[in-house]
Nanobody, 116 residues
Framework: EVNLAESGGGLVQPGGSLTLSCAGS????????FSWVRQAPGKGLEWVSG?????????VYADSVKGRFTIGRDNAVKTLYLQLNNLQPEDTAIYYC????????RGQGTQVTVSS
């Protein structure tokens, strides 16, 4: 059974940074590709970034976050990361890690709020 648990969200001012983590358990973490998706207030799920299985050599980003967000993984500790830089108010959302772009197997999410 795939279990994912996100953490690291918080309140940050525009231009600030956060690092989100996603701990995996109950499955062969290294064999899965992952995505980060987010849900802004009143909106549907939006795919943000994805990383390939194994060493994670392939990383892709939505145009809205390209150049500001960085995805990574550490298979030794079964953790997925998302570094968020130069955050803007429109990045305010609940962020989820998932095993595909549509949010399958996502955890409970972590809230990111960008506000002055």
């Amino acid at each position: 059974e795939v279990n994912l648990a996100e953490s690291g969200g918080g309140l940050v001012q525009p231009g600030g940074s956060l690092t989100l983590s996603c701990a995996g358990s109950g499955f062969a973490f290294e064999t899965y590709s992952f995505s980060w998706v987010r849900q802004a207030p009143g909106k549907g799920l939006e795919w943000v970034s994805g990383i390939s299985s194994g060493s994670g050599g392939k990383r892709v980003y939505a145009d809205s976050v390209k150049g500001r967000f960085t995805i990574g993984r550490d298979n030794a500790v079964k953790t997925l990361y998302l570094q968020l830089n130069n955050l803007q108010p429109e990045d305010t959302a609940i962020y989820y890690c998932a095993t595909d772009r549509i949010g399958t197997n996502r955890g409970q999410g972590t809230q990111v709020t960008v506000s002055s």
